[in-house]
Nanobody
Framework: QVQLVESGGGLAQAGGSLRLSCVAS????????MGWYRQAPGKQRELVATISSAGRANYADSAKGRFTISRDNAKNTVYLQMSSLKPEDTDVYYC?????????????WGQGTQVTVSS
C-alpha cells in the first residue's frame, strides 16, 4: 500500500516562494503519475500540476509560469516549486499518487500541507 508524506508548506509573503516535497513509500516502483492538488474549505479539490514517471508534466492554468513540478524517481519524491506566490494560492495542498496500470482506479493521497500567502 502506498503512503505519501508531504512537507515544505508554511507561510510566505506575496511574491515569495515555497518548495513542497512529497515522498512516496510502499509499492511504488512501477509507472505512475504523481501530482499536487489544492483544496479550500467547502470547495472541490482541484489540480495544480502532475508529472508522470516518464517526465510528462501538466499544469493548471493558474500554475503555469509560476510553479514547476519535478520528481526524483530514485527517491520516489515529487516536488512543487512555487514562485510569485499570490494570496489566492492559500490552500491545503495534497500530494497524489496513481499507478499507470490502475484497473481499480485507486488513488492515494497524502494528509495535506498548509500553504498560506499573506499580503
Amino acid at each position: 500500500q502506498v503512503q505519501l508524506v508531504e512537507s515544505g508548506g508554511g507561510l510566505a509573503q506575496a511574491g515569495g516562494s515555497l518548495r513542497l516535497s512529497c515522498v512516496a513509500s510502499g509499492i511504488v516502483n512501477s509507472p505512475n503519475t504523481m501530482g499536487w492538488y489544492r483544496q479550500a474549505p467547502g470547495k472541490q479539490r482541484e489540480l495544480v500540476a502532475t508529472i508522470s514517471s516518464a517526465g510528462r508534466a501538466n499544469y493548471a492554468d493558474s500554475a503555469k509560469g509560476r510553479f514547476t513540478i519535478s520528481r526524483d524517481n530514485a527517491k520516489n519524491t515529487v516536488y512543487l516549486q512555487m514562485s510569485s506566490l499570490k494570496p489566492e494560492d492559500t490552500d491545503v495542498y495534497y500530494c497524489k499518487f496513481e499507478l499507470s496500470a490502475n484497473p481499480w482506479r485507486t488513488d492515494y493521497w497524502g494528509q495535506g500541507t498548509q500553504v498560506t500567502v499573506s499580503s
